[in-house]
Protein backbone atom coordinates (compact mmCIF):
# COMPACT_ATOMS: atom_id res chain seq x y z
CA UNK A 1 0.00 0.00 0.00
CA UNK A 2 2.67 2.64 1.02
CA UNK A 3 4.76 1.74 -2.06
CA UNK A 4 1.67 2.82 -4.56
CA UNK A 5 1.02 5.75 -2.23
CA UNK A 6 4.79 6.58 -2.83
CA UNK A 7 4.05 6.35 -6.76
CA UNK A 8 1.48 8.29 -6.91
CA UNK A 9 2.97 11.14 -4.49
CA UNK A 10 6.15 10.66 -7.12
CA UNK A 11 4.34 11.15 -10.18
CA UNK A 12 1.83 14.21 -8.66
CA UNK A 13 5.18 16.07 -8.04
CA UNK A 14 6.87 15.27 -11.03
CA UNK A 15 4.40 16.19 -12.90
CA UNK A 16 2.85 19.34 -10.75
CA UNK A 17 -0.67 18.16 -11.30
CA UNK A 18 -3.33 16.09 -10.11
CA UNK A 19 -4.72 16.28 -13.64
CA UNK A 20 -1.75 15.08 -15.10
CA UNK A 21 -0.58 12.66 -12.90
CA UNK A 22 -4.12 10.68 -12.83
CA UNK A 23 -3.36 10.52 -16.21
CA UNK A 24 0.03 9.21 -16.25
CA UNK A 25 -1.07 6.53 -13.80
CA UNK A 26 -4.70 5.82 -15.18
CA UNK A 27 -6.44 6.20 -12.76
CA UNK A 28 -9.11 8.74 -11.73
CA UNK A 29 -8.44 12.48 -10.44
CA UNK A 30 -10.48 11.92 -6.86
CA UNK A 31 -8.86 8.41 -6.15
CA UNK A 32 -5.29 9.90 -6.81
CA UNK A 33 -6.66 12.59 -4.60
CA UNK A 34 -7.73 10.61 -2.22
CA UNK A 35 -4.70 8.07 -2.01
CA UNK A 36 -2.65 11.08 -1.50
CA UNK A 37 -4.49 12.53 1.32
CA UNK A 38 -4.57 8.98 2.86
CA UNK A 39 -0.64 9.42 2.82
CA UNK A 40 -0.94 12.67 4.36
CA UNK A 41 -3.00 11.12 7.29
CA UNK A 42 -0.81 8.08 7.82
CA UNK A 43 2.10 10.54 8.60
CA UNK A 44 0.65 13.01 9.63
CA UNK A 45 1.84 15.99 7.43
CA UNK A 46 1.02 17.77 4.40
CA UNK A 47 3.43 16.72 1.91
CA UNK A 48 1.53 19.11 -0.89
CA UNK A 49 1.00 22.68 -1.44
CA UNK A 50 -2.16 22.70 -3.43
CA UNK A 51 -2.42 26.67 -2.82
CA UNK A 52 -0.84 27.48 -6.56
CA UNK A 53 -1.57 26.59 -9.88
CA UNK A 54 1.35 24.22 -9.80
CA UNK A 55 1.44 21.59 -7.24
CA UNK A 56 4.78 21.75 -5.04
CA UNK A 57 5.83 19.55 -2.13
CA UNK A 58 6.15 20.85 1.31
CA UNK A 59 9.02 21.11 3.31
CA UNK A 60 7.92 17.59 4.55
CA UNK A 61 6.75 16.55 1.44
CA UNK A 62 10.43 17.00 -0.32
CA UNK A 63 12.18 15.20 2.80
CA UNK A 64 9.39 12.14 2.22
CA UNK A 65 9.93 12.38 -1.86
CA UNK A 66 13.62 12.25 -1.52
CA UNK A 67 13.09 9.10 0.59
CA UNK A 68 10.25 7.45 -1.70
CA UNK A 69 11.72 7.95 -4.93
CA UNK A 70 14.62 5.70 -3.60
CA UNK A 71 12.93 3.69 -2.04
CA UNK A 72 10.88 3.15 -5.10
CA UNK A 73 14.02 2.81 -7.28
CA UNK A 74 15.20 0.19 -5.12
CA UNK A 75 11.72 -1.44 -6.20
CA UNK A 76 12.68 -1.72 -9.86
CA UNK A 77 15.70 -2.82 -8.64
CA UNK A 78 14.82 -5.63 -6.96
CA UNK A 79 11.81 -6.33 -9.41
CA UNK A 80 14.99 -6.38 -12.47
CA UNK A 81 16.84 -8.94 -10.37
CA UNK A 82 14.31 -11.33 -10.18
CA UNK A 83 13.37 -11.40 -13.36
CA UNK A 84 17.93 -11.73 -13.71
CA UNK A 85 17.43 -14.58 -11.93
CA UNK A 86 14.62 -16.39 -13.88
CA UNK A 87 16.49 -15.79 -16.66
CA UNK A 88 19.80 -17.37 -14.97
CA UNK A 89 21.93 -14.12 -15.37
CA UNK A 90 22.43 -14.35 -11.91
CA UNK A 91 21.21 -16.33 -8.86
CA UNK A 92 22.41 -18.95 -6.41
CA UNK A 93 22.35 -22.70 -6.31
CA UNK A 94 23.18 -24.81 -2.93
CA UNK A 95 23.77 -28.37 -3.83
CA UNK A 96 25.30 -31.29 -1.72
CA UNK A 97 26.80 -34.68 -2.89
CA UNK A 98 27.74 -37.65 -0.82
CA UNK A 99 31.09 -38.81 -0.62
CA UNK A 100 31.53 -41.10 -3.23
CA UNK A 101 30.04 -38.78 -5.94
CA UNK A 102 32.86 -36.41 -5.71
CA UNK A 103 35.78 -38.72 -7.71
CA UNK A 104 33.86 -38.55 -10.86
CA UNK A 105 30.40 -36.58 -10.71
CA UNK A 106 31.05 -33.05 -9.10
CA UNK A 107 33.26 -32.10 -11.39
CA UNK A 108 31.76 -32.63 -14.68
CA UNK A 109 28.28 -31.73 -13.40
CA UNK A 110 29.69 -28.76 -11.91
CA UNK A 111 31.81 -27.65 -15.02
CA UNK A 112 28.39 -28.08 -17.67
CA UNK A 113 26.32 -26.10 -15.49
CA UNK A 114 28.83 -23.37 -14.71
CA UNK A 115 28.92 -23.40 -19.06
CA UNK A 116 25.40 -22.57 -19.07
CA UNK A 117 24.70 -20.49 -16.21
CA UNK A 118 27.96 -18.77 -15.76
CA UNK A 119 26.19 -15.80 -13.72
CA UNK A 120 25.40 -18.27 -10.98
CA UNK A 121 26.78 -18.96 -7.50
CA UNK A 122 26.72 -22.55 -7.39
CA UNK A 123 28.35 -23.66 -3.37
CA UNK A 124 28.89 -27.37 -3.04
CA UNK A 125 28.86 -29.29 0.05
CA UNK A 126 29.39 -32.98 0.45
CA UNK A 127 27.75 -34.60 3.10
CA UNK A 128 26.60 -38.01 4.96
CA UNK A 129 23.20 -38.66 3.24
CA UNK A 130 21.77 -37.92 7.37
CA UNK A 131 23.09 -34.43 7.09
CA UNK A 132 22.43 -33.90 4.00
CA UNK A 133 18.36 -34.86 4.67
CA UNK A 134 18.82 -32.88 7.73
CA UNK A 135 19.76 -29.81 5.93
CA UNK A 136 17.23 -30.05 2.52
CA UNK A 137 14.57 -30.20 5.11
CA UNK A 138 15.71 -27.00 7.02
CA UNK A 139 16.13 -25.33 3.61
CA UNK A 140 20.00 -25.18 4.06
CA UNK A 141 20.52 -27.02 0.81
CA UNK A 142 18.74 -26.91 -2.84
CA UNK A 143 18.82 -30.05 -3.55
CA UNK A 144 21.31 -33.09 -3.19
CA UNK A 145 22.83 -35.92 -4.94
CA UNK A 146 22.74 -39.11 -2.82
CA UNK A 147 20.17 -42.27 -2.56
CA UNK A 148 17.10 -43.21 -3.04
CA UNK A 149 16.54 -45.14 0.89
CA UNK A 150 15.98 -41.69 2.26
CA UNK A 151 14.43 -41.67 5.86
CA UNK A 152 13.51 -38.00 6.12
CA UNK A 153 9.68 -37.72 5.99
CA UNK A 154 10.56 -33.95 4.52
CA UNK A 155 12.73 -35.00 1.96
CA UNK A 156 11.85 -36.96 -1.89
CA UNK A 157 14.26 -38.59 -3.93
CA UNK A 158 13.88 -39.04 -7.68
CA UNK A 159 15.67 -41.39 -9.66
CA UNK A 160 18.88 -40.94 -11.57
CA UNK A 161 20.70 -43.98 -12.21
CA UNK A 162 21.82 -47.49 -10.63
CA UNK A 163 25.24 -47.33 -9.43
CA UNK A 164 27.63 -50.52 -9.24
CA UNK A 165 29.74 -50.56 -6.33
CA UNK A 166 33.36 -53.13 -6.80
CA UNK A 167 36.38 -53.59 -5.66
CA UNK A 168 38.87 -50.57 -6.74
CA UNK A 169 43.15 -51.67 -6.86
CA UNK A 170 45.74 -50.03 -7.93
CA UNK A 171 48.43 -51.50 -10.18
CA UNK A 172 50.53 -53.23 -7.39
CA UNK A 173 47.57 -55.14 -6.12
CA UNK A 174 47.55 -58.46 -6.84
CA UNK A 175 43.93 -58.12 -7.62
CA UNK A 176 44.38 -55.68 -10.54
CA UNK A 177 44.95 -58.13 -13.19
CA UNK A 178 41.57 -59.69 -13.17
CA UNK A 179 37.88 -58.65 -14.20
CA UNK A 180 35.97 -60.62 -11.36
CA UNK A 181 37.02 -62.16 -7.56
CA UNK A 182 35.12 -64.12 -5.99
CA UNK A 183 34.09 -62.98 -2.87
CA UNK A 184 35.76 -65.40 -0.81
CA UNK A 185 38.64 -64.08 -2.31
CA UNK A 186 38.30 -61.28 -0.14
CA UNK A 187 38.75 -62.93 3.35
CA UNK A 188 42.26 -61.63 4.60
CA UNK A 189 42.33 -58.81 2.00
CA UNK A 190 43.05 -55.29 3.38
CA UNK A 191 40.62 -52.34 2.71
CA UNK A 192 40.40 -49.30 3.22
CA UNK A 193 36.99 -47.84 3.35
CA UNK A 194 34.44 -45.17 4.22
CA UNK A 195 33.85 -44.90 7.77
CA UNK A 196 30.22 -46.18 9.11
CA UNK A 197 28.47 -42.76 9.11
CA UNK A 198 28.02 -42.87 5.07
CA UNK A 199 25.51 -45.26 3.53
CA UNK A 200 28.23 -46.70 1.06
CA UNK A 201 30.02 -48.16 3.91
CA UNK A 202 26.72 -49.64 5.19
CA UNK A 203 26.14 -51.39 1.95
CA UNK A 204 29.53 -52.93 2.41
CA UNK A 205 29.23 -54.19 5.18
CA UNK A 206 25.74 -55.00 4.79
CA UNK A 207 27.91 -57.08 1.64
CA UNK A 208 30.38 -58.55 3.98
CA UNK A 209 27.48 -59.92 6.48
CA UNK A 210 25.77 -61.63 3.56
CA UNK A 211 29.12 -63.27 2.50
CA UNK A 212 29.26 -64.64 5.97
CA UNK A 213 32.75 -62.50 6.88
CA UNK A 214 34.24 -59.66 8.22
CA UNK A 215 35.96 -56.57 5.98
CA UNK A 216 39.75 -56.37 7.38
CA UNK A 217 39.62 -52.27 7.58
CA UNK A 218 42.73 -50.94 7.63
CA UNK A 219 42.16 -47.42 6.40
CA UNK A 220 39.08 -45.67 7.36
CA UNK A 221 37.93 -42.00 5.81
CA UNK A 222 35.75 -39.54 5.44
CA UNK A 223 36.52 -39.14 1.77
CA UNK A 224 36.97 -41.13 -1.70
CA UNK A 225 39.79 -38.88 -2.48
CA UNK A 226 41.84 -39.76 -0.04
CA UNK A 227 41.19 -43.36 0.12
CA UNK A 228 41.75 -43.81 -3.95
CA UNK A 229 45.25 -42.08 -3.08
CA UNK A 230 46.01 -44.44 -0.51
CA UNK A 231 45.21 -47.43 -3.10
CA UNK A 232 46.63 -45.85 -5.78
CA UNK A 233 50.04 -47.61 -6.43
CA UNK A 234 49.95 -49.79 -3.07
CA UNK A 235 48.78 -53.00 -1.50
CA UNK A 236 45.59 -51.70 0.07
CA UNK A 237 41.83 -52.00 -1.85
CA UNK A 238 39.30 -50.23 -1.36
CA UNK A 239 35.49 -50.87 -2.51
CA UNK A 240 33.66 -47.58 -4.36
CA UNK A 241 31.46 -46.80 -7.49
CA UNK A 242 33.21 -48.23 -10.52
CA UNK A 243 33.25 -44.74 -12.15
CA UNK A 244 35.82 -43.89 -9.47
CA UNK A 245 38.31 -46.28 -11.39
CA UNK A 246 38.88 -43.64 -14.10
CA UNK A 247 41.92 -42.45 -12.23
CA UNK A 248 45.07 -43.51 -14.02
CA UNK A 249 46.33 -46.77 -12.94
CA UNK A 250 43.00 -47.92 -11.05
CA UNK A 251 41.44 -50.92 -11.84
CA UNK A 252 37.67 -52.21 -10.99
CA UNK A 253 37.19 -55.37 -10.43
CA UNK A 254 34.02 -57.01 -10.28
CA UNK A 255 32.54 -58.95 -7.00
CA UNK A 256 30.76 -62.47 -7.67
CA UNK A 257 28.05 -62.23 -6.51
CA UNK A 258 28.25 -58.59 -6.94
CA UNK A 259 27.25 -55.91 -4.05
CA UNK A 260 23.48 -54.73 -5.14
CA UNK A 261 23.17 -51.95 -7.06
CA UNK A 262 22.50 -48.50 -5.58
CA UNK A 263 19.53 -45.88 -6.86
CA UNK A 264 21.23 -42.33 -7.05
CA UNK A 265 18.50 -39.96 -6.81
CA UNK A 266 18.29 -36.10 -6.52
CA UNK A 267 16.77 -35.81 -3.38
CA UNK A 268 14.88 -32.35 -2.89
CA UNK A 269 13.06 -31.05 0.27
CA UNK A 270 9.22 -31.99 -0.24
CA UNK A 271 6.93 -29.16 -1.67
CA UNK A 272 9.80 -27.16 -1.60
CA UNK A 273 9.85 -23.33 -4.07
CA UNK A 274 12.09 -24.41 -6.61
CA UNK A 275 14.39 -22.19 -7.57
CA UNK A 276 15.26 -20.80 -11.43
CA UNK A 277 18.58 -22.13 -10.67
CA UNK A 278 17.33 -25.51 -9.13
CA UNK A 279 15.56 -26.47 -12.18
CA UNK A 280 18.33 -25.27 -14.77
CA UNK A 281 19.97 -28.32 -12.87
CA UNK A 282 17.45 -30.75 -12.58
CA UNK A 283 17.43 -30.04 -16.72
CA UNK A 284 21.06 -30.93 -16.89
CA UNK A 285 20.41 -33.69 -14.65
CA UNK A 286 17.82 -35.06 -17.20
CA UNK A 287 20.01 -35.00 -19.84
CA UNK A 288 23.08 -36.32 -18.09
CA UNK A 289 24.37 -39.93 -20.31
CA UNK A 290 24.06 -41.97 -17.03
CA UNK A 291 24.28 -45.00 -18.82
CA UNK A 292 28.05 -43.65 -19.10
CA UNK A 293 28.57 -43.41 -15.36
CA UNK A 294 28.75 -47.78 -15.16
CA UNK A 295 31.11 -47.37 -18.54
CA UNK A 296 34.60 -48.92 -17.65
Known amino acids: ML ?92 VAFTPTFTTYLVGPLTQQFYARHPGVLITINVLAQVEMEAALAADALDLGIAFGDVRSEDVTAEPLYQERLCLIVGEEHPAHGLDVLPAADLRGMDLALLNKSFVTRRAIDRYFHDQEMAPRVAVESDAVDSLLAVVRGGSLATVAPEAAARHGELKAVQLSPPIAERTVSVLLRRDAYRSAATRAFMRLLAEWDWDAMSAP
Do not use: C, M, N
Open 3 to 94: LRHARYLLAVADKGSFTRAAAELHVSQPALSQQIRQLEETLGAKLLDRSGRVIRPTDAGRVYIDHARRAVREFEAARRAIHDVEGLERGALR
